[in-house]
């Protein structure tokens, strides 16, 4: 793994990493977008559709260092920055790493999951650094200026289901392009779970299908994510069995789980759908 001057890494790629060729393209766009100035970038989308994935990819694929911070834990304004401590009776200013990201050029800055702050307010020192301006001051360490080329990413789950978010600041995202991920299409999530995790095709596909069909289910759907399917096939790989796998890694009502195998015999194929050759891997 190489590593900068500043001891920020460049993260190793995600081998079998598919995205849609318009996400790609635009990732594209923003590499190129962040020679000319710093960048940021929105990342929304439903929970384990890759969303850190995709950064961390960026990154890799553009020998870029990269930190990861994570928003939820912030509760004060300038938390990011750093914070005062006590030692020996003395108080001193205790520097974090943001402020060594943010001045390091060329680097991906990921803010997991912006809009879950434990104060609303936490977020304010960010308005300038992700501004035209590119520039904060911070009482302890003076000016601070973004380096050219840095690309900030914003990742966020949105929803009801999702607790302690909040609806993220139109000012604030007015600041970012906006990237919306979505779970893959059947085919391609199973040939993710063939490659990943070294299961055979057809139970690949048996698992995507069983996935799509509690994703639909009217009267109870559930959330399925790509990482619960590859979780799901790991197990497979190591003697469990479709059922059991499904049981042991979601909670899924038996009833539910025998309902959909059961039909899926019947209708003795699989439902994958969606449109697999507009992805790509990445």
Same mark, same amino acid.
């Given at each position: 793994?190489?590593?900068?001057?500043?001891?920020?890494?460049?993260?190793?790629?995600?081998?079998?990493?598919?995205?849609?060729?318009?996400?790609?393209?635009?990732?594209?766009?923003?590499?190129?977008?962040?020679?000319?100035?710093?960048?940021?970038?929105?990342?929304?989308?439903?929970?384990?559709?890759?969303?850190?994935?995709?950064?961390?990819?960026?990154?890799?694929?553009?020998?870029?260092?990269?930190?990861?911070?994570?928003?939820?834990?912030?509760?004060?304004?300038?938390?990011l920055?750093?914070?005062?401590?006590?030692?020996?009776?003395?108080?001193?200013?205790?520097?974090?790493?943001?402020?060594?990201?943010?001045?390091?050029?060329?680097?991906?800055?990921?803010?997991?999951?912006?809009?879950?702050?434990?104060?609303?307010?936490?977020?304010?020192? %960010?308005? *300038? #650094? =992700?501004?035209?301006?590119?520039?904060v001051?911070?009482?302890?360490? !003076?000016?601070l200026?973004? @380096?050219?080329?840095v690309v900030?990413?914003?990742?966020l789950?949105?929803?009801?289901?999702?607790?302690?978010?909040?609806?993220?600041?139109?000012?604030l995202?007015?600041?970012?392009?906006?990237?919306?991920?979505?779970?893959?299409?059947?085919?391609?999530?199973?040939?993710?779970?063939?490659?990943?995790?070294?299961?055979?095709?057809?139970?690949?596909?048996?698992?995507?299908?069983?996935?799509?069909?509690?994703?639909?289910?009217?009267?109870?759907?559930?959330?399925?994510?790509?990482?619960?399917?590859?979780?799901?096939?790991?197990?497979?790989?190591?003697?469990?069995?479709?059922?059991?796998?499904?049981?042991?890694?979601?909670?899924?009502?038996?009833?539910? %789980?025998? *309902? #959909? =195998?059961?039909?899926?015999?019947?209708?003795?194929?699989?439902?994958? !759908?969606?449109?697999?050759? @507009?992805?790509?891997?990445?």
């Amino acid at each position: 793994m190489a590593q900068f001057e500043s001891g920020l890494a460049v993260p190793r790629p995600e081998p079998h990493f598919f995205l849609s060729r318009d996400i790609i393209q635009n990732m594209e766009w923003i590499s190129k977008l962040s020679k000319r100035h710093p960048v940021n970038v929105l990342v929304a989308g439903k929970q384990g559709c890759g969303k850190s994935t995709m950064v961390r990819q960026f990154a890799a694929r553009n020998k870029r260092p990269m930190a990861t911070f994570q928003v939820g834990i912030l509760s004060e304004p300038g938390q990011l920055f750093g914070e005062h401590r006590l030692k020996d009776g003395q108080t001193y200013y205790q520097q974090f790493l943001f402020p060594q990201a943010i001045q390091t050029p060329g680097c991906v800055i990921h803010l997991e999951e912006i809009n879950r702050p434990e104060h609303p307010k936490a977020l304010n020192m %960010l308005f *300038s #650094v =992700l501004s035209q301006d590119r520039k904060v001051w911070v009482d302890e360490l !003076g000016m601070l200026e973004v @380096a050219p080329g840095v690309v900030f990413f914003a990742t966020l789950n949105e929803g009801e289901e999702f607790v302690g978010t909040e609806m993220l600041d139109a000012a604030l995202r007015d600041r970012f392009y906006v990237t919306l991920m979505d779970y893959l299409p059947g085919d391609v999530e199973a040939d993710v779970l063939h490659l990943k995790a070294g299961i055979d095709v057809k139970t690949a596909k048996t698992i995507v299908s069983v996935a799509n069909q509690l994703r639909k289910n009217t009267q109870e759907p559930m959330v399925v994510s790509t990482r619960h399917t590859l979780m799901i096939a790991e197990m497979v790989a190591v003697g469990a069995s479709v059922r059991d796998a499904f049981i042991c890694s979601l909670q899924a009502s038996r009833d539910i %789980l025998e *309902s #959909v =195998l059961l039909s899926l015999h019947l209708e003795g194929g699989h439902t994958t !759908g969606g449109d697999a050759d @507009a992805y790509q891997i990445y």
